[in-house]
């Protein structure tokens, strides 16, 4: 089982990666495309390159291509998944138990909202995804994970905020918040903002649901 990194092409400093790992140890690390220019900023060699490399430098592309130890897998442009897709799908293969993807918010909203989509089919296969930038961690409860947990020692995310991923959300319950719900239904086209904005309260909060997929979204600003 492996703990996996990925970096894509999104808004991501080499400052942000070199803190965020620093306390981690990651098995696997992925660098997608653009990302690569980040991983190399931070010193961080990774296992996988994915991507079709159309961001990408050529120079620093042959760097890693002459090393042995580094797997380049390469793609056609037209093809039917994104290189972040193709990042998660290899993660997935590779039989991870977690999966910490930066670097998949920024300026294009198509991406950003593909990438927290991309929550799912990890989650399907029940692995703990996540999306993390500077001020967002991004998860998602549903399919075999129904229950999380989340600390307030030590919390770097002030708000915490339930979105309604599926049609319908049933049974959810949340302890410890200064909101709580006790076996409550989100439906997307209704209730979609009640659970926005909430914040730990007590030492330690849950947030269980029944049925349904319910993104998490912890946020510091």
Same mark, same amino acid.
């Given at each position: 089982?492996?703990?996996?990194?990925?970096?894509?092409?999104?808004?991501l400093r080499?400052?942000? $990666?070199?803190e965020?790992?620093?306390?981690?140890?990651?098995d696997?690390?992925?660098?997608?495309d653009?990302?690569?220019? $980040?991983?190399?900023?931070?010193?961080?060699?990774? *296992?996988?390159?994915?991507?079709?490399?159309?961001?990408?430098?050529?120079?620093?592309?042959?760097?890693?291509?002459?090393?042995?130890?580094?797997?380049?897998l390469?793609?056609?442009?037209?093809?039917?998944?994104?290189?972040t897709?193709?990042?998660?799908?290899? @993660?997935?293969?590779?039989?991870?138990f977690?999966?910490?993807?930066?670097?998949a918010?920024?300026?294009?909203? *198509?991406h950003?909202?593909?990438?927290?989509?991309?929550?799912?089919?990890?989650?399907?296969a029940?692995?703990? @995804?996540?999306?993390v930038?500077?001020?967002?961690r991004?998860?998602?409860?549903?399919?075999?994970?129904?229950?999380?947990?989340?600390?307030?020692?030590?919390?770097?995310y002030?708000y915490?905020?339930?979105?309604p991923?599926?049609?319908?959300?049933?049974?959810?319950t949340?302890k410890?918040?200064?909101?709580?719900i006790?076996?409550?239904?989100?439906?997307?086209d209704?209730?979609?903002?009640?659970?926005?904005?909430n914040e730990?309260? *007590?030492e330690?909060?849950?947030?269980?649901?029944?049925?349904g997929?319910l993104?998490? $979204?912890?946020?510091?600003?």
């Amino acid at each position: 089982m492996n703990n996996t990194l990925i970096l894509t092409g999104g808004d991501l400093r080499p400052e942000f $990666v070199k803190e965020y790992i620093k306390d981690k140890k990651f098995d696997i690390i992925i660098a997608v495309d653009g990302g690569l220019a $980040v991983a190399d900023k931070a010193n961080v060699k990774p *296992d996988y390159i994915v991507g079709d490399f159309d961001t990408v430098n050529s120079i620093l592309l042959y760097k890693y291509e002459k090393m042995e130890e580094v797997k380049i897998l390469r793609y056609k442009p037209e093809k039917d998944a994104t290189d972040t897709g193709l990042a998660i799908q290899k @993660a997935i293969e590779e039989n991870s138990f977690s999966i910490h993807i930066l670097g998949a918010m920024g300026t294009r909203f *198509d991406h950003t909202i593909s990438n927290i989509l991309l929550l799912q089919p990890a989650s399907e296969a029940g692995i703990d @995804a996540m999306i993390v930038n500077e001020n967002n961690r991004i998860r998602l409860l549903g399919y075999k994970r129904k229950k999380i947990t989340l600390t307030k020692k030590n919390n770097n995310y002030k708000y915490v905020s339930l979105i309604p991923l599926s049609e319908k959300v049933t049974g959810i319950t949340t302890k410890g918040m200064k909101y709580n719900i006790s076996n409550y239904d989100f439906y997307i086209d209704k209730e979609i903002s009640m659970g926005v904005s909430n914040e730990i309260e *007590d030492e330690v909060a849950e947030i269980t649901i029944m049925s349904g997929k319910l993104l998490l $979204v912890e946020s510091n600003d």
